[in-house]
């Protein structure tokens, strides 16, 4: 089976994350070529990866046409998006495109059409969805073992000053839509589809700081059919330079503890009668990057769509947006 060649635009810090992956997976995939609009940059990522065999590109349009390509990874900043998407769906190449998709819905649900009229198999990168603690939670919410899902809280938190665009929200989207995007994709994965969505948002601790326009606070309450309810909560001005997630999902029969994707503990809170069953622990050492872009290949391999395609990348853009406007409004915003 002949191995899937694949291009990255952007090259980025996050970039070489992905770089690593395609290394360690290099039975199945080749890094065939780079492209950022800084060629030094690409250059580098290219002879760090590939020991400088991986063509170099500064227009992603070339990119798209010469570099003979199977699978492209978009890992673009949220401003840097325009047309790539939609030109390698046409052309019949599979993409793995970084969240947030865009910085507004329409762009989104272009790229969205375009790839879902073209049949190309489509990944986003939210990749707790590949941990195995998460797994075994939608497992059991799918078979119905959990019974009804009645609350979904989690934290994001960091203290970093990130690159100069992250901090600004016309680049950025701000913390909300950048990062805390992963915990309201984990709600509506494990949730499914929020109705309503109220958001505080501010800026406390980066005021004194030259075009910080991002929020580094904020608090969001989501509300799922049935009555659900999901609290999320970020910052950036917790622990200098941790990145902390963690959630908890109660529902009838079960109450799951997460650290991050894995480890987690469920709790079975509806025993039968006379049993006194254990916490189950779900403990894995699995790379979740690597996870989602084995399944992204097997789903190119198997024609099969992948775990999280294009259209769940718009849906969960859409809420972390309609969270956006509740927090400028102060108004609950109603979806769907």
Known sequence: MSRLQVGILGCGSFAREHARVLLELQDQVALAAVCDRHPERAAALAQQFTGGQAAVYTDHHDLIEKAGLDVLIVALPPYGHSDEVELAAQRGIHLLVEKPLALDSALAWRMVHAAEAAGVVTQVGFKFRFGAAVEALKRRIESGESG????FSARYFANA???PWWRV????????VEQGIHLLDLARYLMGEAKTVFCRQENLFHRHIPDYTSEDVSAVVIGFEGGALGVIYVTNGAIP???IHDYRLVARNLTAEFSGPHPAVIYQTAPSPGSNPEPQRVESERDV????????IEAIRSG???????REGALSLDLA???VRS???RQEVQLG
């Open 327 to 329: 927090a400028q409004t």
């Open 289 to 296: 990057l690597k996870a989602q872009m084995l399944d992204l």
């Open 161 to 163: 000053l990130h690159s």
């Open 169 to 176: 929200r016309e680049k950025s989207g701000g913390q909300l």
């Open 321 to 323: 947006l309609a969270a």
């Open 148 to 151: 009804p899902v009645g609350l």
């Open 241 to 243: 330079n941790r990145w």
């Open 304 to 310: 099969r769509p992948a775990r999280t395609p294009l």
